[in-house]
C-alpha cells in the first residue's frame, strides 16, 4: 500500500513536471512569436474590428433563372452591448472562454492544456481558442486551417485586445457569431428562437443561446430538443461553477421549459427544395460558405411547376414530387401539406411500402423473359409456399391477359408471375432501376405487392418510373446545376446523368401497359386521365395507410403519396392519389403541346386481343383489348368466343413462353448480402 501511495505521488509530480514545461515552452514561444510575427507575416492594417465586411446571402434560381429565394439570408440585427443581458454576456464567457476577463487576447493555461490532453490522446481533442481570437478568425481572417493563420490570429488577438476594450470585444463577437438558422448575431438569434428581442431573455434562454455557437445545427432547439436541453444545462453548471449565478439559480433554470418562436416563414417559394438543396451545399461546402458566401446555385427547379405542386395535398399529409424524365432534372418538391407545421421532407427522407407500385417491376422482368401482354393468367385462388393472396376487391375474374391484371392492379395475378420470373430477378430489375432499401428479408412472393421491409422514398421510386417514359434509360435525379462563387467562378457544374437499365422493347410495352391504367375506363388510374398520352399506376397499402400514384408522360414523371406520419389510416385508395396527380399535371403542363410516347422500332402496336382468351379479337370477343408485341411474337390465331386449350383453368400460373428474347444488355449488378 505505501509503495503504491508512493508511485502515485510520483506520478502526480510528473505529469505536474510536464504540464510545467508545456506551459513554460508555450509561453517563451508566444513571446518569441509576438516579436518576430510582424517580420515574417503581411499583418498590416489586419489589426481592425473594422475590416469585418458584412456576408452576402446564396441566391437560388430555377432551371429558368428565375430567383426562387436567398438561402437562408443572413440576418444580422447589430445591438450595442447595453442591449446584451449581463447572463448572456456572461453564459456565453462561461462556455466559451471561462479567462476572458483575465488574459491578454490568448490564453496560456487554455493552450497549454490543450495541448497536454491532445498529447496524451494522441490526436487533437481540444482547442485553446479565446472569444478574441474566435472574432479575429471569423472577422478578419479566412477560415482556412494552416499554422500561417492560426499564428496570425494569436498575434492579432493580441493587437486587438490593445486596441478595444473587453466590452467592445463582446459586443463585436456577440454581433458577429452564427447561431443557426441562418442567423447571425445574439439579437436576430433571440427573435429567431424565442420571439423577443435580446435585452428580455431569461436566464434559461441566454444559456441555451450561449450554447448555440460550438455546433449551431446539432444543438439547434427546432431540429435537436434534447441535445439543445443538454447544451443548455452544460452552460448552466459553467456560469454556477464560476459564481455567474448560484446553484440554486442554475437548477430552477434548467427546469424551465423551452417555449419556441417557431419557425418564421421563408420569404421564398419551395421550402422543402431549398432544405433540400441547402442539405447538399452544407454537406460539400460548409454552413459558413453557404450561408455567408454569396453562393450562385442554379437549380433543376421549375417554379411554374412548383407552384402547380404546392396545395396540391389539401388536408392530406404526404408528398409532390415531379422529375422531367429526359433529364432527370428535379422540377418540383413539395415535402408535406405545410412547411411550417412540419419540416421533414417526406418527398426525399420518410420511406413507405409502396403496394402495387411493385408490379411494374415484375412484369419488366416478365416481359424480357419473353412474356407477352397477351398471355393468360388465371386470376382464381391459390397458395404457394404457403402464401396465400388476396385481390383488393376479394374477387377473382377467372382467365385474364397480363395487360388486363396491370389494368386492374390484380394481386394474383402478380404473385404468380413473380413466382414464375423469380424473386431474386424481381429484385435485381428494382434495384438497377433505383430501388435502394431492398434486403434479405424482402426475398419473399410478398414483393409483388409491395410488402417490403423498409419501403421507398417518393423520389426513388418516381426516378424509377422514368426508365419506362424513357426507353429504358433513366436519369440520375439532380437539383443542383450549377454553382458559382460570389465572384462568378463555377465551383461546380453537373450534366445529365444517364444509364441504360431496361431494353427500349420492353420499357415500352410496359408503358403501354401503364397507360391502360389510366385510358381504360375501369382502370385503376382512370381519375388520372389528363388529355394527352400519359401512364402510371396505382398503390394502395395494408389498412389504407399510404395512397399513391405515379405516372408520367413523356416530358414529366410526377409522385403523389397520402399518408399520415404514424402510419394510421389514411382513409384513401391510390385512385384518390390519382385524382389529385391529375388535377397537377393538368395545370404544370399547361399549354405545352401534348407528346406521345415514341414507338421503338421492334415494336407492333394496335393488335386487338380478346382479353380473357389472349387470342386475336373476333366479334364474339367478350372484352377485347389493344396490345403491343415485340414484331414477330404478336398472336396469330383467332379468339372463338371460349378459353383457349392451351391455357387451360386448371393452370394456376402462366405458361412459361416457349421463346427467348435475346440477353438482356444491362449493368452488371450483385447484391451486397
Known sequence: MVKSQKYDKQKRRQKKRAFSIILISTVVALTMLTGVSFAFFDLGGLGSLERFAPSQATILYDSQGRVIGKLFEENRLVVPISQMPQQLQHAVVAVEDERFYQHVGIDIFAIARAMWRNLKAGAITEGGSTITQQLVKNAILTQEQTWSRKIKDAILALVIERRYSKQEILEAYLNQIYFGEGVYGVEAAAQQYFGKPAKDLTLSECAMLAGLPRNPEYYSPYAHPQEAKGRRNLVLNKMAAQNYITRQQAEAASQEAVRLAGKKPRIAQASYYMDYVANQLAEKYG????????????????????????????????????????????????????????????????????????????????????????????????????????????????????????????????????????????????????????????????????????????????????????????????????VEDANGHILEEHGVNQRSVLRAETA??????????????????????????????????????????????????????????????????????????????????????????????????????????????????????????????????????????????????????????????????????
Request: aromatic content about 8%; glycine content about 10%; proline content about 6%.
Open 287 to 482: 454552413a459558413q460558405k453557404v450561408y455567408r458566401g454569396g453562393l450562385k446555385v442554379y437549380t433543376s427547379l421549375d417554379i411554374d411547376i412548383q407552384k402547380a405542386a404546392e396545395g396540391v395535398l389539401g388536408k392530406y399529409q404526404g408528398a409532390v414530387l415531379a422529375i422531367d424524365p429526359q433529364t432527370g432534372y428535379i422540377k418540383a418538391m413539395v415535402g408535406g401539406r405545410d412547411y411550417q407545421e412540419s419540416q421533414l421532407n417526406r418527398a426525399t427522407t420518410f420511406f413507405r411500402q409502396p403496394g402495387s407500385l411493385m408490379k411494374p417491376f415484375v412484369y419488366a422482368a416478365a416481359l424480357d423473359q419473353g412474356y407477352k401482354q397477351n398471355d393468360i393468367i388465371l386470376d382464381a385462388p391459390v397458395t404457394i409456399d404457403k402464401y396465400s393472396p388476396q385481390n383488393y376487391d376479394k374477387k377473382f375474374r377467372g382467365p385474364i391477359t397480363m395487360k388486363k391484371a396491370v389494368r386492374l392492379s390484380v394481386n394474383v395475378a402478380a404473385v404468380k408471375m413473380l413466382n414464375q420470373v423469380g424473386i431474386d430477378t424481381v429484385m435485381n430489375y428494382a434495384a438497377k432501376m433505383g430501388i435502394t432499401s431492398l434486403t434479405p428479408e424482402d426475398r419473399n412472393l410478398a414483393l409483388a405487392l409491395g410488402g417490403i421491409t423498409k419501403g421507398v422514398t417518393l423520389l426513388e421510386i418516381t426516378s424509377a418510373y422514368t426508365a419506362f417514359a424513357t426507353n429504358g434509360i433513366i436519369c440520375e435525379p439532380l437539383a443542383i446545376i450549377r
Open 508 to 673: 415500352y410495352l410496359v408503358t403501354d401497359m401503364l397507360r391502360a391504367v389510366i385510358e381504360a375506363p375501369d382502370g385503376t388510374g382512370s381519375a388520372a386521365r389528363i388529355g394527352r398520352p400519359a401512364a402510371g399506376k396505382t398503390g394502395t397499402t395494408d389498412n389504407y395507410r399510404t395512397a399513391w400514384f405515379v405516372g408520367f408522360t413523356p416530358n414529366l414523371a410526377a409522385g403523389i403519396y397520402l399518408g399520415n406520419d404514424d402510419m394510421t389510416s389514411v382513409g384513401v385508395a391510390g385512385g384518390n392519389a390519382a385524382v389529385l396527380w391529375g388535377e397537377f399535371m393538368s395545370k404544370a403542363l399547361g399549354n405545352s403541346p401534348a407528346q406521345d410516347f415514341a414507338v421503338p422500332s421492334g415494336i407492333i402496336t394496335g393488335i386487338r386481343v380478346a382479353t380473357n382468351t389472349g387470342k386475336l379479337a373476333t366479334p364474339f370477343a367478350k372484352e377485347v383489348e389493344v396490345d403491343a408485341f415485340i414484331r414477330g411474337t404478336e398472336p396469330r390465331g383467332a379468339d372463338k368466343g371460349q378459353f383457349s386449350p392451351s391455357n387451360s383453368p386448371e393452370e394456376q400460373t402462366p405458361q412459361k413462353p416457349r421463346f427467348k428474347l435475346p440477353p438482356i444488355r444491362l449493368p452488371s449488378f450483385s447484391w451486397p448480402f
